[in-house]
């Protein structure tokens, strides 16, 4: 049994879904980041670095996105969720570290300025950038990336929830929409997935 901490409206949602996709065992333990819970001395105990997700496992703790979503695609190999040729599935990292390294990172500025500086003025700068930072990595994934109808073609793959979960920001950072036709067609689909469904449901309620 496998225990998923997540906060709703966070990078969280992509491991949740991959869960839910591949028929995992698991409970979901959300947090509640208003409250600061992801900096109590018990969650601290899980993960040091006070973020989500996490995913309790048998072996030991698992964070950061692209390495959970990669352990249980490998966990669960009859859902297929990542290809079996070897050059494919470093394409499939090459764009879930792209998503959290540089697309979530950028997505961060909006309301994580003091991360990167002490001045408010600083904050306020960030801020401003965001919708620029944010459509420039996004029409990169429309014109390179995203090749359709999931991510990486006709195989629905580990890239797929993640891309989804950061496209879900898109309208709070100022991104036009209107420029993204493939990246909005994918968000549609992705919602008529059943697992898609259940998680939102269970993350709204």
Not at 11 to 31: M, N, T
Not at 37 to 43: E, G, H, I, T, V
Request: aromatic share 10%; glycine share 4%.
């Amino acid at each position: 049994m496998f225990k998923l901490y997540y906060a709703p409206g966070t990078c969280a949602l992509a491991s949740h879904i991959a869960l839910e996709e591949v028929g995992a065992p698991y409970s979901a333990e959300r947090l509640n980041f208003k409250n600061n819970q992801q900096n109590s001395p018990d969650y601290l105990k899980i993960n040091p670095k006070g973020r989500v997700p996490a995913l309790v496992t048998d072996s030991g703790v698992l964070t950061e996105t692209p390495a959970i979503l990669a352990f249980i695609a490998h966990s669960f190999p009859d859902a297929k969720l990542v290809p079996q040729d070897s050059f494919a599935f470093a394409q499939v990292q090459s764009i879930n570290n792209y998503l959290c390294s540089t697309v979530h990172v950028a997505h961060a500025h909006k309301m994580r300025g003091a991360r990167w500086a002490t001045e408010e003025t600083s904050f306020a700068d960030f801020k401003r950038k965001v919708p620029e930072t944010m459509t420039a990595c996004f029409t990169l994934i429309e014109r390179d990336m995203l090749k359709g109808p999931w991510v990486m073609g006709e195989q629905y793959t580990i890239c797929d929830p993640y891309l989804y979960t950061i496209a879900g920001w898109l309208e709070g950072d100022g991104v036009d929409l209107s420029r993204l036709p493939k990246v909005v067609a994918h968000r549609k689909r992705m919602e008529e997935r059943p697992a898609v469904a259940t998680v939102l449901a269970e993350e709204k309620a």
